[in-house]
């Protein structure tokens, strides 16, 4: 016997009440990371919060985003998947737009784990929400554990990120103070 949507999505619904409330309230952290950032001369400029900050915030939006999605009541899969992919096709467009961010901006040179964090990682994941929202209408169960699996991947790169922002402000502001 097939599960209707209605069947399958409600398993997933505490697991989507934590994603969702974790990259809601994450979100608001990122606002005190750039107020930090904002706060410490020579750092970098708008140029350099597109690239490295603002991603952040557009990763958690989207688990936000896919959490919302994933707890609606859906009647059938066919809608929820066409907006699935279409947050992942946002997802890959917007990844591939901080990549030229990164690469254009000048106050921080890039290094390769900030290229794992910020674009490949971002790209897989964003690449495999595509893939589970054409797989949704053949194999729903395990596209629906892809679903969660890149909702976390997107909540993890950007709690990385962020401490990554806020440990290099704090190792450059100690570096200045010495100075």
Not at 52 to 58: A, L, M
Not at 82 to 111: D, F, H, K, M, N
Request: glycine residues 8%; negative net charge; proline residues 3%.
């Amino acid at each position: 016997m097939e599960l209707s949507a209605h069947e399958l999505l409600s398993a997933w619904e505490s697991f989507y009440v934590i994603a969702g409330s974790s990259a809601g309230a994450l979100t608001g952290l990122q606002f005190v990371v750039i107020a930090l950032i904002a706060d410490t001369p020579d750092l970098g400029g708008a140029d350099t919060v597109d690239a490295f900050g603002t991603p952040t915030v557009v990763h958690f939006c989207l688990c936000l985003l896919v959490s919302a999605l994933m707890s609606a009541p859906w009647s059938s899969l066919s809608a929820l998947a066409w907006l699935l992919a279409g947050t992942g096709v946002v997802g890959v467009v917007y990844t591939l737009i901080v990549i030229l961010r990164a690469r254009r901006q000048t106050a921080y040179q890039p290094v390769a784990e900030d290229w794992i964090w910020h674009t490949i990682l971002p790209l897989i994941g964003y690449g495999t929400l595509i893939g589970a929202a054409v797989g949704l209408a053949r194999a729903a169960v395990a596209a629906l554990f892809l679903v969660g699996g890149v909702a976390l991947l997107l909540i993890f790169i950007g709690i990385h990120n962020a401490w990554d922002a806020v440990a290099f402000v704090a190792v450059q502001h100690r570096a200045k103070s010495r100075e």
